[in-house]
């Protein structure tokens, strides 16, 4: 179970965690890799979200992938078109609002950037919450280099810091630098691939996190 003896910085995933927004990128790079002549089947992609889309054409695809970056405008496109019916997940805006009252140090680290962030943000109705996000790192999830750059921003020790996610990836990236994770069911991942990931705890939403971060 979750350790509440001790407070850690948190460092709070967006896509996927704090936004019910996995299944609309799974719609949207569905879509995209049709329309380039791919077809991927859903349950593939969705196993890819939340490791970049740097990482995710070639892994996708098999190879590395000449037309990556027109995927990754396609993709974008298609899911900013689903944009409005973005929400946020079970408990997100408690669970900022709980740090915020207590004074727990917090950051978003997130892979998403320019317009598709911009749209997750105001899915969330805060647009004003810190940010680090993709443009400021050379590599995506899982590694930990996102994660790392929120760390050194803050000036928090990644090892006594924990972060919030929903993907095996983000346990992976988390645990390749022993940072503590701690998991939450919104991506639609299995308990078995966010633990064998390196999440510490798996918990169904962020309303379940309210006053143990």
Do not use: N
Not at 47 to 68: K, W, Y
């Amino acid at each position: 179970m979750v350790d509440t003896t001790a407070s850690y910085p948190v460092l709070l995933d967006l896509d996927g965690t704090l936004v019910d927004s996995v299944f609309h990128h799974v719609l949207a790079w569905d879509a995209a890799f049709a329309a380039h002549g791919h077809e991927i089947p859903l349950w593939q992609i969705h196993e890819s979200i939340g490791m970049g889309s740097a990482r995710l054409v070639p892994h996708l695809l098999g190879r590395p992938a000449d037309e990556a970056e027109d995927l990754s405008a396609e993709h974008e496109e298609r899911f900013l078109a689903l944009a409005d019916g973005l929400r946020a997940t079970d408990g997100a805006l408690d669970l900022l609002a709980d740090l915020e009252a207590r004074g727990v140090p917090h950051v978003v680290a997130t892979s998403a950037t320019g317009k598709v962030a911009d749209a997750l943000l105001a899915a969330l109705g805060r647009e004003d919450l810190p940010t680090v996000d993709a443009d400021d790192v050379g590599s995506p999830k899982p590694s930990p280099d996102l994660l790392l750059a929120a760390c050194e921003e803050k000036g928090w020790d990644p090892t006594k810091a924990t972060l919030v996610g929903d993907s095996p990836w983000d346990a992976e990236a988390a645990d390749r630098i022993g940072m503590r994770m701690l998991a939450v069911r919104t991506g639609g991942f299995g308990d078995s691939r966010l633990l064998d990931g390196g999440a510490a705890d798996v918990v169904d939403c962020p309303r379940r996190l309210v006053g143990r971060l």
